[in-house]
């Protein structure tokens, strides 16, 4: 029972270099996020996706790109990472419908951009 | 936009106490969804209790439960009988669309 998984939990990046992170549901979830937590600030919310091949930017959205080929996964680009996107990333994932429905987090990814 | 807010950054408790977390959000829905989640150093994010904003009465888990008052759009946490597994990030989190999360308050229990 994997729930939510993200690969990879670790990575260092130089400035400017590019990656992304690999979001992985087994839910049947239609819903997923991509958060960052930095802090103090608690966890700001980057870009979302409500299906299969549509997304929708977030409070933060700048500076990513998100693609949702597959229902089952979810990916975060950073074309050119900067200092700044040094933070843990959190993937989560949510069943349609009511809001009620909880969010189901990944173990979060560390990213640092020096 | 949505917004949370947590005013307290930490909080600290004698186990067997009781303590109380606050959150307040800004909204013009009339129906959403408010949820208290925990993060344990681990840094998984673990569901605590949650509201819906239809429902007048109090959200209640075990020894959480919520105190939910709408009109001034506020949402607290009270945790009685601290353990010292209780010591963990708070965070408080909107749902209408999206979920929007506070800055968190960092709970210390003290044996």
């Known amino acids: 029972n994997a729930g939510v998984t993200q690969t990879p939990k670790f990575r260092v990046l130089k400035t400017g270099q590019s990656m992304t992170l690999l979001c992985a549901q087994d839910?049947?979830?239609?819903?997923m996020y991509w958060y960052r937590q930095d802090p103090g600030m608690g966890l700001r919310l980057i870009h979302y996706?409500?299906?299969?091949?549509?997304?929708a930017k977030g409070e933060v959205p700048d500076g990513y790109n998100v693609s949702r080929l597959k229902k089952q996964n979810f990916l975060l680009g950073l074309e050119s990472a900067a200092p700044s996107q040094t933070s843990v990333y959190f993937c989560a994932s949510s069943s349609q419908g009511s809001g009620a429905n909880v969010l189901t987090f990944g173990a979060g990814s560390r990213l640092t951009v020096l | 936009a949505q917004t949370v807010t947590q005013s307290q950054p930490e909080m600290s408790v004698q186990e067997a106490e009781t303590v109380t977390l606050s959150c307040t959000y800004d909204t013009s829905e009339s129906d959403y969804y408010l949820f208290w989640y925990k993060q344990p150093p681990s840094r998984q994010m673990i569901l605590v209790i949650r509201?819906?904003?239809?429902?007048?009465q109090n959200a209640t888990e075990n020894r959480f439960s919520v105190n939910f008052q709408k009109a001034a759009k506020s949402f607290s946490l009270k945790i009685s009988d601290s353990q010292l597994g209780d010591a963990a990030m708070y965070f408080c989190a909107y749902r209408w669309n999206d979920m929007r999360f506070g800055a968190g308050t960092r709970l210390t229990v003290k044996p």
């Open positions: 509201q819906e904003a239809y429902k007048q």
């Open positions: 839910m049947n979830h239609e819903y």
């Open positions: 996706s409500v299906g299969e091949g549509t997304t």
